[in-house]
C-alpha cells in the first residue's frame, strides 16, 4: 500500500489563479481603452493643431510597453507549487548513486578555504554516503587545491559523524559556526553532550584552515603559486588512497567518494570554462561510479539543505513525470543579508514567484548551479542500444572504448576493487581528461561552433594561391597559432588539390578562385568549351587524395610556394593575437621569399577578384605614387547576401576610403622596415638555426615537402 502513494504532489492554487488572473484582465481591459483613445486621436476633427510626431512617438512606446508586459504574465497564469514526501522513498540499499559536480579555476580568485566549505557540505547531504560520489574539477591544476582537498576529507571524517548524530541542518562548517543564525537541534541544544562535541569539532575546523592557509602561503613564498594555471596536463586524484587503513583503523565512519580532477589544458586548445569542465567530470564520472544522476555546484554555492538529494529523488523516482524528467532545479538562498532586504537582494521575486509560475508552463529554466540533472538527459538515450554501431559511437563521444562501455543500461562500474582503484582505468580517465579527447567527434564540434573549420582556411588559401601572378614570385604563408595538427594535415590536402585547381582555373578562366563559392554557383558563369569544363569540373569535384606516382616533373602544374607557420606560445609571454601573428610571417617571409609587396587575409575572407594583384601592381609600380605610397586596401565583398540588401549588409558605405581594414591589402614591406640599407648582410646557417628553433615550419614546393621545426 506504501509503494501505490505518490512520492510528490503537485498543487495549483486556486486563489492565486484566480487573483493573478483578474489582474491580468483588468490590466488588459485598461490597456484596450487607452489603445482606443489613442487611435480614436487620429479621427477626431479638433487635433489638427496637435503635433502628430510625439503622440505616435508616445503610443508606439505604450505599444511596446504593453506588449513587454503582457508577456511578463505568462508566468503567473498557472503557478504551481509541489510537495514532496522523502519518508515514501524506498530503502536506502536501492536508492540511485549521485554524482556530484564542483568547479573551481583559481585558488587566488576562489579562496581554497569557501571551496572545502561547499565539497564539506556536498559530502554532509543526507543520503548513504556508498552512493554518493563528490568530484571537484580544477582547472588551475593547482597543488593548493589539491592539499585543501585532503584537509578536507580528514576534517570531513569528523564533521560528518557529528552532523549526522546531531542531526546538524547547516552542513556547512563556515556557517554553522558563524553564529550568525540560530539553528534547531532538537532534543540536543541542552545537552552537554552535544556542547562538548560541538568544541571539540569547531578545534578541529579551526585547525583546518589553519592547515590550509599555512600551506597556501609556503606555496605563495616558494614562488608555487605562480604555476601556470593554462598549460598543465590532466591529473586525476583518489582522495581517499592518501591515507593507509591504520590512520584510521578505529574509525569506521562510512565517507563518500572524493576524487580531485585536474583536466588538461593547452594554450593551443579552446577550454570552453565551466561547461569544458562539466564535459570532462562527466566523462570521468562514469568511467568511476556513473550515477544515474548528477548535483552540479558553483564552488561558493554549498548545499544548505542537506535533505535536497533525497527531495529531488522524490521527483527522479516518481513513475508519473520521471520518464519526461530531465532536471530538478532548487532555488538559491543567500545569507548575511539586510532583514529588510527592501531592495530583494535575495532575489526571491525570481525563486519564489516566477519559478512557480514557469513551471505550470513545464519547468524552470536551469540557472546553471543547484540542481540535480539525469545522466541519460545529457547523453541520450539512443546509446542503451546494443545493436548501434562503434564506429558511430565513436564519433560521438570520442575513442575511448572503456567510456563507449558506460554507455550501455547494464554497465556496471570496476573502476575500485576491493577498496583500490584500477591503475588502468586511472590512466584511461586521465586521457578522458586530456584537452584533445573530443577533437573529432560532434561532441567536439558540436561545442565548438566559433571555431574556424580547417576547410573553410583552405578555401581562402586556394584563391590566394590562385591569384593572377606569375606563381614563381607568389608565396603563401599560414599562421597557426592553434599549432593544429589539423590546420596542417588540412593544408597538405589543399596542396594536393591545388595542382588540379589552378590548372583549371587557367584553362577555362575562372574567375572565382574559391571552390566552395564557385561549386556553390558555377552554372552562372558561361564559359566556353562546354565539353571540355564540364570533364575538367568532374574531376575537380573529386578532391584526389593523392596524385600519381607516375607523374613526371615536366607534367607538374606551376605552384606558388605554400608555407605552414605556427609560432611559440608559452602563457609567461604576451603574443598580441593577429598582430603578433603577423610579426612572425613578416619576419619568416623576410628569409625565405623576402617580397617586396604583401598581401594579408583574414581566414574566412577568399580572394574574390584574382586579378587585385595585377590591380594592386598597377598603383605600387607607378612612379608618380609608388614613392609615397604604403599600401592598397580593396573593399570586401559578401556572398549569399539579400539582392535587395536594405539594410547594407555588403558595408557599401564604409568601404569608400583608403582606411587600412586590417585585411584584403596590399602593403608594401618597405613601409613597415623603412629605408634600411640591406647590402652587405649576410646570414649564417648557425642564425637561421637559432631562429627557427622556435617555430614549426612546413614548406611545400614543387614537388617534395621540406620542413622546418624545432
Known amino acids: 500500500m506504501e509503494n501505490s502513494l505518490?512520492?510528490?504532489?503537485?498543487?495549483?492554487?486556486?486563489?492565486?489563479?484566480?487573483?493573478?488572473?483578474?489582474?491580468?484582465?483588468v490590466h488588459s481591459i485598461a490597456i484596450a481603452f487607452l489603445i482606443y483613445y489613442r487611435v480614436s486621436?487620429?479621427?477626431?476633427?479638433?487635433?489638427?493643431?496637435?503635433?502628430?510626431?510625439?503622440?505616435?512617438?508616445?503610443?508606439?512606446?505604450?505599444?511596446?510597453?504593453?506588449?513587454?508586459?503582457?508577456?511578463?504574465?505568462?508566468?503567473?497564469?498557472?503557478?504551481?507549487?509541489?510537495?514532496?514526501?522523502?519518508?515514501?522513498?524506498?530503502?536506502?540499499?536501492?536508492?540511485?548513486?549521485?554524482?556530484?559536480?564542483?568547479?573551481?579555476?583559481?585558488?587566488?580568485?576562489?579562496?581554497?578555504?569557501?571551496?572545502?566549505?561547499?565539497?564539506?557540505?556536498a559530502m554532509a547531504l543526507d543520503y548513504p554516503p556508498e552512493k554518493l560520489h563528490i568530484y571537484l574539477s580544477d582547472d588551475g591544476g593547482s597543488d593548493i587545491t589539491l592539499h585543501g582537498?585532503?584537509?578536507?576529507?580528514?576534517?570531513?571524517?569528523?564533521?560528518?559523524?557529528?552532523?549526522r548524530r546531531f542531526d546538524i541542518k547547516t552542513s556547512c562548517p563556515e556557517v554553522y559556526f558563524s553564529g550568525y543564525e540560530d539553528y534547531d537541534h532538537g532534543n540536543f541544544i541542552n545537552s552537554s553532550e552535544f556542547k562538548a562535541e560541538r568544541q571539540k569539532i569547531e578545534e578541529k575546523y579551526d585547525k583546518f584552515k589553519e592547515r590550509v592557509e599555512e600551506y597556501m602561503k609556503k606555496q605563495s613564498e616558494a614562488g608555487?603559486?605562480?604555476?601556470?594555471?593554462?598549460?598543465?596536463?590532466?591529473?586525476?586524484?583518489?582522495?581517499?588512497?592518501?591515507?593507509?587503513?591504520?590512520?584510521?583503523?578505529d574509525d569506521k565512519v562510512k565517507m563518500p567518494l572524493l576524487v580531485y580532477v585536474a583536466r588538461e589544458k593547452r594554450p593551443s586548445h579552446h577550454h570552453h570554462f565551466k561547461a569544458g569542465a562539466l564535459n570532462v567530470l562527466l566523462r570521468v564520472s562514469a568511467l568511476m561510479s556513473n550515477s544515474p544522476y548528477i548535483l552540479v555546484l558553483d564552488c561558493d554555492m554549498f548545499c544548505n539543505d542537506p535533505t535536497s538529494a533525497r527531495q529531488a529523488m522524490c521527483c527522479h523516482l516518481d513513475p508519473q513525470i520521471s520518464p519526461?524528467?530531465?532536471?530538478?532545479?532548487?532555488?538559491?538562498?543567500?545569507?548575511?543579508?539586510?532583514?529588510?532586504?527592501?531592495?530583494?537582494?535575495?532575489?526571491?521575486y525570481v525563486f519564489k514567484i516566477q519559478w512557480q509560475g514557469l513551471d505550470g508552463l513545464r519547468g524552470p529554466v536551469l540557472s546553471g548551479t543547484n540542481f540535480y540533472i539525469k545522466r541519460e538527459a545529457l547523453l541520450g538515450n539512443s546509446t542503451q542500444d546494443g545493436n548501434m554501431?562503434?564506429?558511430?559511437?565513436?564519433?560521438?563521444?570520442?575513442?575511448?572504448?572503456?567510456?563507449?562501455?558506460?554507455?550501455?543500461?547494464?554497465?556496471?562500474?570496476?573502476?575500485?576493487?576491493?577498496?583500490?582503484?584500477?591503475?588502468?582505468?586511472?590512466?584511461?580517465?586521465?586521457?578522458?581528461?586530456?584537452?584533445?579527447y573530443q577533437d573529432q567527434t560532434t561532441w567536439g564540434t558540436e561545442a565548438n561552433p566559433k571555431k574556424e573549420p580547417p576547410l573553410e582556411v583552405m578555401n581562402t588559401v586556394l584563391s590566394a594561391m590562385a591569384l593572377d601572378y606569375p606563381t614563381g614570385k607568389l608565396s603563401v604563408y599560414v599562421s597557426d597559432d592553434g599549432g593544429s595538427a589539423l590546420t596542417l594535415h588540412a593544408m597538405r590536402e589543399a596542396w594536393i588539390f591545388a595542382k588540379s585547381w589552378l590548372p583549371f582555373c587557367r584553362k577555362f578562366g575562372v574567375k572565382t578562385r574559391c571552390p566552395k563559392v564557385y561549386f556553390s554557383r558555377y552554372e552562372d558563369e558561361c564559359l566556353g568549351h562546354k565539353q571540355g569544363y564540364e570533364e575538367e569540373l568532374e574531376k575537380i569535384k573529386v578532391i584526389q587524395d593523392e596524385i600519381s606516382n607516375t607523374s613526371t616533373e615536366t607534367n607538374q602544374p606551376k605552384m606558388p610556394c605554400l608555407?605552414?607557420?605556427?609560432?611559440?606560445?608559452?602563457?609567461?609571454?604576451?603574443?598580441?593575437?593577429?598582430?603578433?601573428?603577423?610579426?612572425?610571417?613578416l619576419r619568416v617571409s623576410s628569409i625565405i621569399s623576402n617580397s617586396p609587396y604583401i598581401l594579408v587575409l583574414d581566414c574566412d575572407m577568399r580572394c574574390n577578384d584574382p586579378t587585385s594583384a595585377l590591380q594592386a601592381m598597377c598603383f605600387h609600380l607607378d612612379p608618380k605614387l609608388s614613392s609615397n605610397l604604403a599600401f592598397v586596401q580593396f573593399p570586401q565583398k559578401f556572398h549569399n547576401l539579400s539582392k535587395k540588401d536594405i539594410y547594407d549588409g555588403q558595408l557599401r558605405s564604409t568601404f569608400s576610403?583608403?582606411?587600412?581594414?586590417?585585411?584584403?591589402?596590399?602593403?608594401?614591406?618597405?613601409?613597415?622596415?623603412?629605408?634600411?640599407?640591406?647590402?652587405?648582410?649576410?646570414?649564417?646557417?648557425?642564425?637561421?638555426?637559432?631562429?627557427?628553433?622556435?617555430?614549426?615550419?612546413?614548406?611545400?614546393?614543387?614537388?617534395?615537402?621540406n620542413r622546418r621545426s624545432d
Not at 394 to 422: V, W
Request: hydrophobic share 40%; aromatic share 16%; charged share 20%.
Open 324 to 348: 519526461s524528467l530531465a532536471f530538478v532545479q532548487f532555488p538559491q538562498t543567500f545569507r548575511n543579508i539586510s532583514k529588510d532586504d527592501i531592495y530583494d537582494s535575495e532575489i526571491r
Open 224 to 249: 608555487a603559486a605562480t604555476k601556470n594555471r593554462r598549460d598543465h596536463p590532466s591529473n586525476i586524484q583518489i582522495i581517499q588512497e592518501y591515507y593507509s587503513n591504520e590512520e584510521f583503523e
Open 657 to 705: 576610403g583608403p582606411m587600412l581594414s586590417g585585411t584584403g591589402f596590399y602593403l608594401n614591406r618597405k613601409a613597415l622596415f623603412g629605408d634600411i640599407v640591406q647590402e652587405g648582410f649576410k646570414f649564417m646557417v648557425y642564425d637561421l638555426f637559432i631562429y627557427f628553433r622556435h617555430v614549426t615550419i612546413e614548406t611545400f614546393g614543387g614537388s617534395s615537402v
Open 563 to 585: 608555407v605552414y607557420v605556427s609560432r611559440e606560445k608559452s602563457p609567461t609571454y604576451p603574443h598580441h593575437f593577429k598582430a603578433g601573428a603577423l610579426n612572425v610571417l
Open 389 to 436: 554501431d562503434l564506429m558511430a559511437l565513436k564519433r560521438s563521444f570520442g575513442p575511448s572504448n572503456e567510456f563507449i562501455k558506460t554507455l550501455r543500461r547494464d554497465f556496471k562500474p570496476s573502476f575500485f576493487n576491493d577498496g583500490k582503484s584500477s591503475t588502468t582505468l586511472l590512466e584511461e580517465a586521465k586521457f578522458l581528461a586530456s584537452c584533445s
Open 41 to 121: 486621436f487620429f479621427f477626431q476633427e479638433n487635433t489638427k493643431n496637435i503635433p502628430t510626431l510625439p503622440w505616435l512617438l508616445v503610443f508606439a512606446s505604450e505599444l511596446l510597453l504593453s506588449f513587454a508586459w503582457l508577456l511578463g504574465q505568462a508566468f503567473r497564469w498557472r503557478p504551481i507549487s509541489r510537495t514532496v514526501f522523502p519518508e515514501r522513498l524506498p530503502s536506502d540499499d536501492n536508492f540511485p548513486g549521485i554524482d556530484v559536480f564542483i568547479c573551481t579555476a583559481d585558488p587566488d580568485k576562489e579562496p581554497t578555504v569557501g571551496v572545502m566549505n561547499t565539497v564539506i557540505s
Open 149 to 163: 582537498m585532503k584537509e578536507a576529507w580528514k576534517f570531513a571524517r569528523s564533521w560528518l559523524p557529528f552532523c
Open 6 to 25: 505518490p512520492l510528490h504532489v503537485c498543487h495549483v492554487p486556486k486563489f492565486s489563479i484566480i487573483f493573478n488572473r483578474s489582474h491580468t484582465l
